[in-house]
């Protein structure tokens, strides 16, 4: 496509314009203008006719794959290449999905002469986890006489990742991650003596009795002592749910409920308004989880146990078994930087009998999920009961807004705000219950500040790993 560029328009004004007013108030001076204008055109025609070689042998290339945190400087290397290896100057745009924010719209570059391949680095913030594609590049070159500009689109095939921003909370855990090698090593007294069998040694005055091993010492005719190590490699998965729950706001009040939770934006206007719309709304609880669940893989990593994940809504979505490494991490990263919540009541009877029978060894099973709702929470506590006697199970929930008993807060001044304050009181009543049943079974039930999640949870299980619970 070919544009106008200002000198067209300039010059234009300078020969067209003042000339036709001039032959109108003298006609004498007509053949001025006509030859002016002749010239101005046979100018921009031949110029026109050159303009297509502006972009000849021009291509832009982009990696496959790029990787990007959430809410942080990203930069999007580009290759272009210029095989006639003259200078040049283009203008170069990306049209960037409307989650991903660039620096600029549009940039002027310099090719030099003599070289066939140019590197430059487009930044951007992207705003919104997820997984976008960048499927063209706008290019436009100037004519030689610079009256015209060529546009054209070359195709891309470049795949963003957006994955969750983990150093705000990474942050807040500096000691947990800081590797200090073996500066400053000192021994650190291990509470308990472990589970798992090491090996058999002679039976020494003051052994428990428990602690004999009475097959060996029949065998061997003497007292065996068994000695146990502490557990190193335990499995720890993390349950998230994915459902509706999980879709309301993480400050609370953006419940989706009945026809309009299929959609969380009005269906009018274009999909860039939409999604700038989406922007601008605050992060669901979802989000939360996502950053708490990859944190927490990262704390498992450090003290030596195998994390695993699990997300479900109406069905048991993604099933990753727990491992350690590198490369597991990055799996089980890969499965939560795209994961959305579905407008769905979650399945926690689907979700019980899959964990049964997949997970065969005593396990850590992290829950975040939200149980405000009576019916669900009836649901829950029916089915856990598949897993609390082998499994060691922690419900965490995100502290609903207005979630304090009635009269806590002094500054009520109208009848509006006391049935507000009321409403906060029986739901944080049946939470209570809630609880005290839960803790009956075995399992511990938290509720947790939206802001602390990740370092709570963290904590949580620092705190089962030294009390040996598993």
Same mark, same amino acid.
């Given at each position: 496509?070919?544009?106008?560029?200002?000198?067209?328009?300039?010059?234009?004004?300078?020969?067209?314009?003042?000339?036709?007013?001039?032959? $109108?108030?003298?006609?004498?001076?007509?053949?001025?203008? +006509? /030859?002016?204008? #002749? @010239?101005?055109?046979?100018? &921009? =025609?031949?110029?026109?006719?050159?303009?297509?070689?502006?972009?000849?042998?021009?291509?832009?290339?982009?990696?496959?794959?790029?990787?990007?945190?959430?809410?942080?400087?990203?930069?999007?290397?580009?290759?272009?290449?210029?095989?006639?290896?003259?200078?040049?100057?283009?203008?170069?745009?990306?049209?960037?999905?409307?989650?991903?924010?660039?620096?600029?719209?549009?940039?002027?570059?310099?090719?030099?002469?003599?070289?066939?391949?140019?590197?430059?680095?487009?930044?951007?913030?992207?705003?919104?986890?997820?997984?976008?594609?960048? $499927?063209?590049?706008?290019?436009?070159?100037?004519?030689? +006489? /610079?009256?015209? #500009? @060529?546009?054209?689109?070359? &195709? =891309?095939?470049?795949?963003?990742?957006?994955?969750?921003?983990?150093?705000?909370?990474?942050?807040?855990?500096?000691?947990?991650?800081?590797?200090?090698?073996?500066?400053?090593?000192?021994?650190?007294?291990?509470?308990?003596?472990?589970?798992?069998?090491?090996?058999?040694?002679?039976?020494?005055?003051?052994?428990?009795?428990?602690?004999?091993?009475?097959?060996?010492?029949?065998?061997?005719?003497?007292?065996?002592?068994?000695?146990?190590?502490?557990?190193?490699?335990?499995?720890?998965?993390?349950?998230?749910?994915?459902?509706?729950?999980?879709?309301?706001?993480?400050?609370?009040?953006?419940? +989706?409920?009945?026809?309009?939770?299929?959609?969380?934006?009005?269906?009018?206007?274009?999909?860039?308004?939409?999604?700038?719309?989406?922007?601008?709304?605050?992060?669901?609880?979802?989000?939360?989880?996502?950053?708490?669940?990859?944190?927490?893989?990262?704390?498992?990593?450090?003290?030596?146990?195998?994390?695993?994940?699990?997300?479900?809504?109406?069905?048991?979505?993604?099933?990753?078994?727990?491992?350690?490494?590198?490369?597991?991490?990055?799996?089980?990263?890969?499965?939560?930087?795209?994961?959305?919540?579905?407008?769905?009541?979650?399945?926690?009877?689907?979700?019980?009998?899959?964990?049964?029978?997949?997970?065969?060894?005593?396990?850590?099973?992290? +829950?975040?999920?939200?149980?405000?709702?009576?019916?669900?929470?009836?649901?829950?506590?029916?089915?856990?009961?598949?897993?609390?006697?082998?499994?060691?199970?922690?419900?965490?929930?995100?502290?609903?807004?207005?979630?304090?008993?009635?009269?806590?807060?002094?500054?009520?001044?109208?009848?509006?705000?006391?049935?507000?304050?009321?409403?906060?009181?029986?739901?944080?009543?049946?939470?209570?219950?809630?609880?005290?049943?839960?803790?009956?079974?075995?399992?511990?039930?938290?509720?947790?500040?939206?802001?602390?999640?990740?370092?709570?949870?963290?904590?949580?299980?620092?705190?089962?790993?030294?009390?040996?619970?598993?």
């Amino acid at each position: 496509m070919i544009v106008p560029h200002n000198r067209l328009l300039f010059w234009v004004a300078v020969i067209i314009l003042p000339g036709s007013l001039l032959a $109108a108030i003298e006609p004498a001076t007509a053949w001025f203008f +006509f /030859g002016g204008t #002749g @010239v101005l055109f046979l100018l &921009a =025609l031949l110029d026109a006719l050159n303009a297509r070689r502006s972009l000849s042998g021009i291509s832009v290339e982009a990696p496959s794959v790029v990787r990007t945190s959430q809410d942080r400087e990203a930069k999007l290397p580009l290759r272009i290449c210029n095989q006639r290896q003259t200078s040049r100057q283009l203008r170069l745009g990306l049209p960037l999905p409307g989650a991903i924010q660039p620096k600029q719209e549009d940039m002027w570059i310099a090719l030099p002469a003599g070289a066939e391949w140019s590197q430059m680095d487009w930044t951007c913030w992207p705003r919104k986890r997820g997984k976008y594609r960048l $499927a063209s590049a706008c290019l436009e070159g100037t004519s030689p +006489f /610079g009256f015209w #500009g @060529v546009r054209k689109q070359v &195709a =891309l095939d470049c795949e963003i990742r957006v994955y969750p921003n983990l150093l705000t909370e990474r942050k807040s855990l500096a000691a947990l991650f800081l590797h200090r090698g073996l500066f400053g090593v000192h021994v650190q007294r291990q509470v308990g003596k472990g589970r798992e069998f090491e090996q058999l040694r002679e039976y020494i005055p003051g052994d428990g009795l428990d602690e004999v091993h009475w097959k060996a010492t029949a065998k061997r005719g003497h007292p065996i002592t068994k000695i146990f190590q502490v557990e190193r490699t335990q499995e720890v998965y993390i349950v998230i749910d994915a459902s509706r729950l999980s879709a309301r706001t993480a400050q609370g009040g953006g419940v +989706f409920t009945g026809n309009a939770s299929h959609r969380a934006l009005p269906t009018k206007g274009s999909a860039l308004e939409q999604e700038t719309l989406a922007l601008e709304q605050p992060p669901t609880i979802l989000e939360r989880f996502v950053t708490a669940a990859l944190v927490l893989g990262l704390a498992a990593e450090q003290q030596g146990d195998l994390f695993g994940l699990v997300t479900f809504s109406d069905r048991v979505e993604k099933f990753i078994r727990a491992r350690s490494g590198k490369v597991h991490y990055s799996a089980c990263r890969d499965a939560l930087y795209t994961l959305e919540p579905r407008i769905v009541t979650p399945d926690f009877d689907e979700l019980c009998s899959f964990l049964r029978l997949r997970l065969r060894r005593r396990a850590l099973l992290v +829950f975040l999920t939200s149980l405000d709702d009576s019916v669900l929470a009836e649901s829950f506590l029916r089915n856990i009961e598949l897993l609390r006697g082998q499994h060691l199970i922690l419900v965490n929930m995100v502290q609903p807004p207005g979630l304090i008993p009635v009269f806590t807060n002094p500054n009520v001044v109208s009848l509006d705000e006391l049935y507000q304050h009321l409403g906060g009181h029986l739901l944080w009543q049946k939470l209570r219950e809630l609880e005290r049943v839960l803790q009956r079974l075995g399992i511990r039930f938290s509720l947790l500040q939206n802001e602390r999640l990740s370092a709570e949870l963290v904590s949580q299980y620092l705190s089962v790993k030294k009390r040996q619970l598993l």
